[in-house]
């Protein structure tokens, strides 16, 4: 299993590039399964989920072929779909499988999916992809730890969400798209991804109106065609790099990235005493080395303070001279990486949905585990400060969604490099899917 050995220190100065959009990439593949003709993604980042999606969409028969020029460009054609089957094997490693749920039923009128097991960071469970399918007209029923799910057609439906949920949303408007007559949806998700979808199914010849607000309506069509689309970057990565100028006191900029969706982490970072400056629609560079400021957070849906920035900004509040309150809205159970956090020297207490911490902590380099992917980040952001060696454990949880973040950091200067090499090389991977 691979481990990061990080000596911390040393200021993060230079330029780093920000990768496509997991999050987006995802469900842009899932899209794949609505046409019989070929969809072309650009930009896809080279990591883990990216890969289990790529074996998920193999195993019911689709095609794929990765651009040897280009290898962030991946072809996906799903002409047939000779098995509809999301398989607990790989659903197990990637909750974000339940993806395929709504367009199999949409295309093929029939899907097996595994049911996603609790993870650690909360139960997450997918009662309301479930409850708006069933709302489309589909007979879902579950069995033997998979959902089957049934239907002539579907048919549209006005959909209200209970709760806002980002892969609900996008599960759901995958099935609406294919449907007969008009869906409704009230209470979408409003990420960015959600609109990165819209727009490929919208060149696959959805009809879409509200993509990226609150209400979408859309009318159902007969088929879809075969487009190609350049996956936006990934807004995580890149405020992950924007906090590891800050803490490191660097002078970094975060380039290929879309500093309009990253506001509320670049608001924060000013506050907390960080220098920001928004170059163009592309760019942002941080400079850190006064002493920070703290500064509250509380994890909201887009546009608020994403949920997935929150254990990196732990990291950064730990450095912050007095007391910040990180309050968790979307997740239960997302403060795994206090403990770890904690065995480094920070000052954290956790009470329900609210972690304070006291700062500034000095921090003490260890040997930590990493727990889930945006705790792995944190790990790698407090141990950049620590004094002394650290040694993380478990990084196929970064893998999951960070590029070689290793070799980026290491690009602008950090001493960070990775012990073992299981990660697989992409010669690996066309094998493995071939
Ligand atoms: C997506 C992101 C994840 C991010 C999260 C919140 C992907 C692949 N993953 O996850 O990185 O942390 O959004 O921004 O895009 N819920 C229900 N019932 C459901 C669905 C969700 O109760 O059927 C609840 C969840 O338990 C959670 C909340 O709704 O409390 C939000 O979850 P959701 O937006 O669905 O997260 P994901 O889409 O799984």
Not at 53 to 81: F, N, Q, Y
Request: overall charge negative; charged content about 25%; some cysteine.
């Amino acid at each position: 299993m691979d481990k990061f050995v990080i000596r911390g220190g040393n200021p993060l100065v230079g330029t780093v590039r920000v990768s496509g959009a997991k999050n987006s990439a995802l469900p842009c593949m899932a899209a794949a399964i609505l046409t019989e003709d070929e969809i072309t993604l650009e930009n896809l980042p080279h990591v883990r989920d990216i890969n289990t999606e790529r074996k998920l969409l193999s195993s019911m028969g689709a095609e794929i072929w990765v651009d040897d020029t280009k290898p962030d460009r991946v072809k996906i054609c799903c002409r047939t779909l000779s098995d509809p089957v999301a398989k607990y094997e790989i659903v197990k490693t990637m909750r974000a499988s339940s993806l395929v749920l709504g367009p199999l039923i949409a295309r093929a009128g029939v899907a097996r999916v595994a049911m996603p097991g609790g993870c650690a960071i909360g139960g997450r469970p997918i009662d309301l992809h479930i409850r708006g399918l069933e709302k489309m007209g589909a007979v879902i029923t579950q069995e033997h730890g998979y959902l089957e799910a049934r239907v002539e057609r579907l048919l549209g439906a006005h959909l209200v969400f209970d709760k806002i949920t980002v892969t609900g949303t996008e599960d759901l408007l995958m099935a609406a798209v294919l449907a007969e007559g008009e869906t409704l949806m009230e209470n979408c998700a409003r990420e960015p991804e959600v609109a990165d979808l819209a727009a490929l199914l919208i060149a696959m010849g959805a009809k879409i109106e509200g993509a990226g607000t609150s209400t979408m309506r859309v009318q159902g069509v007969s088929s879809l065609h075969g487009a190609r689309y350049r996956i936006n970057p990934d807004r995580i990565e890149a405020g992950t790099f924007l906090i590891a100028g800050a803490i490191t006191g660097g002078d970094l900029t975060v380039a290929d990235c879309n500093p309009a969706h990253m506001s509320a982490v670049i608001n924060k970072l000013q506050e907390a005493g960080a220098r920001v400056d928004v170059f163009g629609t592309d760019a942002v560079r941080v400079r850190g080395g006064g002493q920070l400021r703290a500064a509250d957070i509380s994890t909201e849906e887009y546009p608020g303070f994403p949920t997935d920035m929150q254990a990196q900004y732990m990291a950064l509040a730990t450095q912050a001279e007095g007391v910040s309150l990180v309050e968790e809205n979307i997740f239960e159970n997302r403060f795994m990486h206090v403990q770890e956090l904690a065995r480094m020297g920070a000052n954290i207490k956790v009470e329900g949905r609210t972690a304070t911490v006291r700062g500034p902590a000095k921090l003490s380099a260890a040997a930590v585990m990493c727990s889930d992917l945006r705790a792995s980040a944190s790990l790698v952001l407090a141990a950049l400060v620590a004094d002394g060696e650290s040694i993380l454990d478990r990084v196929y949880h970064m893998d999951r969604g960070y590029e070689r973040i290793e070799e980026k950091l290491a690009g602008v200067g950090a001493q960070i490099y990775r012990m073992g090499n299981v990660f697989p090389t992409r010669e690996d991977e066309k094998t493995a899917i071939e």
